[in-house]
DNA sequence: CTTGTTGCAAATTCTTTGCATGACA
DNA sequence: TGTCATGCAAAGAATTTGCAACAAG
């Protein structure tokens, strides 16, 4: 599952974003960004042992923080408080629908919410006002494979 | 600040709704409600601590975490991943803004994010959709607080 | 009395950090 | 070659859990 390196993007940018280039970050950004939505440090670090690039668990850890302190990733956390990261391409802003199943993210239109965000922050008296906002449910794919289960 | 018995919401529902009425369980629904904002667990077992009521730091957190699961207690998460408890009186889902300096919470309009959430679930296609939303900022006592400091 | 609760301390889990070795530029 | 990055293991922090003593109904 690892072929296709035509349209690689490139993910050196994003590891001299942040320091020097080296065989370990490029692997964390490059699996980082294979995994096309949100995964926790030890999932990231258990890939790429899978992988067969031999990464330190606190490497993982520095490069995902580190990204995500220069704006290349987006972070959340999950119901057990995990840390969730997820590759952000450009420096856009935005909001996701995650599956609690299969953890399928799906980017939605935030317009609305950040129009509300800002008028709170007007209007709230409160400085320097950041939000967070997380939408969870359960995607069709796993739903209708519920509901076969609960019919049966 | 803690007069006014009259309206007194008696924390015994909000105990019995939970299982067995005991000292504990008293204390910490109570100390919960006279926090008025977002609490840590730990935060909550020091309070305690420092009224008198000498409960366990597990009891605290068993407590608050079945209380959540009855839906009295509001749970969100701060920037380092500790787990805020807050007493919800009414059944009723709101939203906060918090400010990240003194925990200070003020609930905010949540009626159009939560026309924006129930548009996304139902044009989404995913099932059981649920959403988080956290404002933070700093209140305006902080801010001019900090103005101060940084103009010294 | 019977069963749910408590408290303590040990165990878990996720994440961070100190420091000597090794790799980039 | 001089730093900066890595890896390992130990440290930290927040939360959970096992189990014997105890209290509520």
Redesign the interface.
């Known amino acids: 599952m690892e072929s296709d390196r035509q349209h690689a993007p490139a993910p050196l940018a994003d590891v001299t974003l942040i320091g020097r280039l080296t065989h370990q970050r490029t692997a964390v950004v490059d699996a980082l960004i294979r995994a096309e939505g949100f995964v926790g440090a030890q999932a990231l670090h258990n890939r790429l042992a899978a992988d067969g690039s031999a990464v330190g668990l606190s490497t993982v850890y520095r490069t995902l923080t580190a990204l995500a302190a220069a704006g290349r990733a987006d972070l959340v956390?999950d119901a057990a408080?995990e840390?969730l990261f997820r590759y952000r391409p450009g420096p856009d802003h935005r909001h996701y629908?995650i599956?609690t199943e299969c953890g399928l993210s799906?980017p939605?239109?935030s317009g609305?919410?950040e129009?509300?965000?800002d008028t709170?922050?007007q209007t709230?008296?409160?400085?320097?006002?950041?939000?967070?906002?997380?939408?969870?449910?359960?995607?069709?794919d796993c739903?209708s494979r519920h509901a076969a289960a609960e019919r049966r």
């Not at 709230?124 to 069709?140: D, I, K, M, Q, W």
């Open positions: 956390r408080g840390r629908l599956c799906r939605v239109d609305p919410v129009d509300w965000a709170i922050a709230s008296g409160f400085a320097n006002v950041r939000h967070t906002v997380e939408l969870s449910g359960v995607c069709p739903g």
